[in-house]
């Protein structure tokens, strides 16, 4: 990302959409808001290196794997959610600035 309002828009659109899809419905169970905010960190500062839909999914499982351990999403998760993160970061001209 070039800029910090570029990083600001991936943050707020990445957080916006992690928390919509709450993996292990975490918030909905009662975990405090900032639940994912170090995984969505960790995804906003790999943008740069998506390549492609199927690449968010990748991203998206190694992030979810590493804070979590394997198990917690099914690679049909991983893959559905990078596919729509992907398309999202697209469409708001986040990818590849």
Sequence with gaps: MKTRDDY????VLTRAL?????PGNLLRNGAPDDEWDDEIARLVARIPKVAGPDD???HIAEVFMAAFGRGVL???ASADFGRRWHAALGESGLLHL
């Design 8 to 11: 600001e828009r991936a943050l």
């Design 18 to 22: 992690v928390r919509e899809w709450d």
């Design 56 to 58: 968010a999914g990748r």
């Design 74 to 76: 099914d690679a049909g």
